[in-house]
């Protein structure tokens, strides 16, 4: 009884270093722990649920996901560094905060880089020539795997004026994802770029801290920024995936069967997400224009290009040096 006694107690003190909890004494039964930044109803939230029951249901409930949103666990930094030492098992986070962990990362969340979503959702694909050596590269240097990526939107500006040129946005404070290439991309706007956390954003609306922010659609409605903001700017600035990471120690305590069926629901809930974000971008535009917020594209004097071409120069002159070889590898992927 002694014995089996310690064979648990230290059963348990690894899965606890590892991000998972044991549910018995067998090395098989775990549960994972999912820390996010996201609300459960966006899609993003869902995605991480949908993940959760396909995991369960595909081992057989060897393995269980345990869910902890709204950033009970964190803010970005902190949920991609919880990863990468181990105390959770799993995350979404936009590539450049991973690239926190590992600097080539970032790069996926360039702006204006891909051809269209295909073309994204190809490039981060876990076995696409770009990805698969880089994952390899990322676990070796973080302790942090991509599990898979879904397309989390196109980003556009919201801010409580009309903003039509880069010139509209001189002096305004616009709120960026603290981390380098998106503060670039604010900048190359036309904007001061203020880094403020996703938790505390509607806050910093709210009271006059920032002036306006940049996120997908759907983001805009789930989040209900259109209370706190009368003007959305179809910048399409950056054309995201949002990467779902696992622990690497994590990963190889699993076993084969299991890291087989995680890698199966991976899959699965990657093309599920992804379809649902596309069927959502049409409808939460006609809900954000029925709520009352003005929508502003080209139509409306919008002049994309203008800030294409002045985003552009400025990650140009900040990170082509660095992350020219993989933009090229990126463009050529099909």
């Known amino acids: 009884m002694l014995a089996k006694l310690v064979r648990t107690s230290h059963l348990t003190l690894l899965a606890g270093a590892l991000g998972l909890s044991v549910a018995t004494a067998s090395a098989q039964e775990v549960t994972l722990r999912y820390g996010h930044m996201h609300t459960p109803t966006s899609i993003a939230g869902m995605q991480a649920e949908w993940l959760a ?5 595909k081992t057989g409930g060897e393995v269980s996901v345990e869910m902890y949103p709204n950033s009970q666990l964190g803010r970005l930094q902190e949920l991609a560094e919880a990863v990468s030492t181990g105390s959770i098992a799993l995350s979404h986070n936009t590539a450049g905060a991973i690239g926190s962990l590992y600097a080539p990362f970032a790069a996926f969340d360039t702006p204006y880089l891909y051809r269209d979503v295909d073309h994204l959702m190809a490039v981060m694909d876990v076995d696409s020539p770009v990805m698969s050596e880089l994952n390899e590269e990322l676990a070796a240097a973080s302790g942090v ?4 990526a879904f397309y989390f939107g196109t980003r556009h500006l919201t801010a409580n004026q009309e903003i039509l040129t880069p010139e509209d946005l001189d002096g305004v404070k616009i709120r960026s994802i603290p981390f380098p290439i998106y503060m670039a991309t604010v900048e190359g706007m036309g904007a001061i770029p203020v880094p403020v956390d996703w938790s505390e954003v509607p806050t910093a609306l709210a009271t006059g801290v920032v002036e306006g922010q940049e996120n997908p659609v759907n983001v805009v409605v789930t989040a209900k920024l259109n209370e706190v903001q009368s003007h959305l700017m ?13 622990s690497d120690d994590t990963w190889q305590s699993l076993s084969p069967e299991n890291q087989a069926a995680i890698a199966e629901a991976a899959q699965e809930v990657r093309q599920r997400a992804t379809d649902a974000m596309l069927e959502a971008e049409a409808s939460d535009l006609a809900t954000l224009a029925e709520a009352g917020m003005q929508i502003v594209g080209p139509e409306q004097g919008l002049d994309v290009e203008t800030f294409k071409s002045r985003v552009q120069a400025r990650i140009a002159e900040e990170f082509d040096e660095q992350y020219g070889d993989l933009y090229q590898l990126i463009r050529e992927t099909r």
Do not use: P
């Open 53 to 57: 029951e396909a995991i369960e249901e």
């Open 145 to 148: 795997r991509l599990l898979y």
């Open 234 to 246: 179809l910048t399409g600035h950056i054309s995201a995936a949002q990467v779902v990471v696992i």
